[in-house]
């Protein structure tokens, strides 16, 4: 079966559309509940084969969607990091994704996967709304380029967010 029709079924259970996701997640890892994981990872990987071979954005979001809801257990992720031949593009789609649970992990995988424009990428991503993409972007341009991403950190030493203030001062190594 299609990744759509298993995310179709995936959103069934949830009782959600990816429109209504992010809104309604909560907390997070109730996902992980789903009965239906393994059937999704598999046709997840058919998907990433088939991207390998030609990409289709319509193919592409809906592997997105399959990352962000599978951010807590990180399936996806590895079968991307693994086994998407040229990564560029879709990073590119899930970067400007809708979903913050799939920018996150294109922010954790730009810190350590050699990918065309990663930085500039990592940048865009923490001039985002969401604190937790920013401190994500942030911890992986500290590896990329630790120069600018204590540049950047500075303006979140005083941040309202406590965990982006933490990032923050770690990647400055002000004291907390």
């Known amino acids: 079966m299609s990744l759509e029709t298993k995310l179709a079924n995936f959103w069934e259970w949830a009782n959600m559309t990816p429109d209504t996701y992010n809104n309604e997640r909560g907390l997070g890892e109730w996902e992980a509940g789903y009965p239906g994981w393994e059937a ?15 990409f289709n954005h319509d193919l592409a979001q809906q592997l997105v969607y399959a990352l962000a809801i599978d951010n807590e257990a990180g399936v996806v992720l590895k079968i991307v990091e693994e086994k998407l031949a040229d990564p560029l593009r879709f990073v590119r789609k899930a970067i400007f994704s809708d979903q913050p649970q799939a920018r996150w992990q294109m922010a ?21 709304e969401d604190k937790y993409v920013v401190r994500r972007a942030l911890l992986s341009l500290n590896k990329v380029n630790r120069a600018k991403a204590m540049e950047l950190a500075q303006q979140y030493v005083r941040d309202a967010d406590p965990f982006l203030k933490l990032v923050a001062k770690e990647i400055t190594k002000k004291k907390v």
Do not use: F, S
Request: glycine letters at 8%.
């Open 108 to 128: 954790e995988l730009l810190g350590h996967m050699e990918v065309e424009g990663r930085e500039k990428m990592l940048l865009q991503l923490i001039e985002g």
């Open 40 to 54: 999704l990872y598999k046709a997840a990987n058919e998907a990433l084969e088939q991207l390998n071979q030609e």
